[in-house]
Every structure is written in C-alpha cells, then in structure tokens.
C-alpha cells in the first residue's frame, strides 16, 4: 500500500496548521498517512514511505529551526531515490532570505536522490485561505503522483 509521511516544525502553530490540511488532501485522495513533529521523527522513518513532505518555519535570515537540525542532520545517510517529495514552510519577508529553511530542506532531499514534485509552498506567518487550499492540491497531487508510479 502507497504511505505518506509528513514531518514538520511549528513554532506558533502556523506550520502545523498547513501540514494537518495537506495530511487531509492526502487522506481525502485515499492514501495511508503519518504526520510527526520534527521532535518525534527520526530520518530513517522516511524509508518507509512512498511520498515525503517536510514542512518547516524559517528561524532568522534562512537558518533551519532547532526542532529540525537532528532530523536534517540525521536524512545526511539516506539513500531518498524513487520518493516523491514536497516541501513546504513559514517565514517572514522582512528578512532577505524568505523560507530560506524550506530551499535547505528542498535541496537537501534532491541531493539525496528524492523527486521533489509539486514546488515549495511558501507563506508568511498565518496562511490564507489560498494558501491552504493550495496546502490540501498539494496532498492531493502527490497522492496523485503516488498512484500513477505504483
């Protein structure tokens, strides 16, 4: 069976918000998801998993947040080939380097073989209504994508 994971960091919660309503795109299209906190996964745990999507919220001028450096450290070991990908994140356009953590965590999954399949969504603080409509696309489309390859 096609499984998802999405593994997130969320300071005030806007973060969260956007990974519970692209988990429900993805249920909604009918395939078998897991969402953790950043705190609670561990990078191995992407193995299992067909699709990835990583969320995370931009500390300072670009910089990862704490809650996401042992995981981004840890996904150093991974082989990623074959896994779909998504990204997605908060920041703030007052500093030069917007969603900066959500390029790191991008780059890092392509560097590590993953298909990156629907570009990063990126919004400042609370996400509006488009943005989380565009959040739940996101879940469906890379249900979509899942289903086509398996």
């Known amino acids: 069976m096609t499984k998802v994971i999405i593994v997130y960091s ?9 990974s519970e309503i692209i988990e429900s795109g993805v249920k909604e299209a009918g395939i078998e998801i897991v969402r953790k906190d950043a705190y609670d996964a561990k990078a191995a745990d992407l193995l299992q998993y067909d699709g990835i999507i990583i969320g995370a919220y931009t500390w300072g001028d670009g910089e990862l947040p704490d809650e996401m450096l042992d995981f981004y450290e840890e996904m150093e070991e991974l082989n990623l080939s074959g896994k779909k990908a998504v990204v997605f994140g908060s920041g703030d356009t007052s500093y030069s380097n917007y969603c900066g953590a959500v390029d790191l965590i991008e780059d890092k999954l392509r560097e590590l073989g993953a298909d990156i399949v629907h570009e990063s969504l990126k919004f400042e603080y609370n996400a ?15 249900a979509g994508v899942l289903c086509k390859s398996s």
């Open 10 to 18: 969320s300071l005030t919660g806007n973060t969260e918000e956007m």
């Open 128 to 142: 509006s209504k488009e943005e989380l409509q565009q959040g739940k696309t996101i879940g469906y489309e890379i």
